[in-house]
């Protein structure tokens, strides 16, 4: 395996892949919980005028870049996507500020795009599926 060109301390390290796991692991249990509970999932997706198909594809997508964050593999693109991803599910869905939780959701969702738009500019850092095959490439 050739050496990893990360130039980061280990502290850095660790820290970027810490932070890409706690990102990511509410999207690959909120996909797996989906996967799970489909029929409930897709009767509330239903009431809200969301057809199956949206489910199917919002699973698909939680799923592969939640796990692809985890792994640190095209993790800006992810991190990008996942941004948006939580912006949107933040203005579409959790709107209602006169309800504490809503507006709760609502923050939430924006720090986590928040959190998303820090990865894609600092990267996966050196403990990475990225960084193995940028090695890789440079050897």
Do not use: Y
Request: aromatic share 10%.
């Amino acid at each position: 395996m050739a050496e990893a060109v990360s130039t980061r301390p280990a502290f850095q390290n660790l820290v970027l892949l810490t932070g890409r796991l706690l990102l990511a692991w509410i999207f690959v249990h909120e996909g797996v919980f989906l996967v799970v509970n489909f029929e409930a999932a897709s009767a509330t997706m239903a009431k809200a005028g969301i057809p199956a198909f949206a489910l199917i594809l919002t699973i698909v997508f939680q799923l592969s870049t939640g796990i692809a964050i985890a792994v640190g593999w095209q993790t800006r693109l992810g991190a990008a996507a996942l941004g948006l991803f939580c912006l949107t599910t933040a203005v579409l869905f959790h709107t209602n500020f006169a309800s504490r939780n809503e507006l709760l959701h609502f923050e939430k969702d924006l720090a986590i795009s928040g959190g998303m738009w820090v990865l894609m500019l600092c990267g996966a850092g050196g403990w990475s599926v990225d960084n193995i095959r940028r090695a890789e490439r440079s050897a």
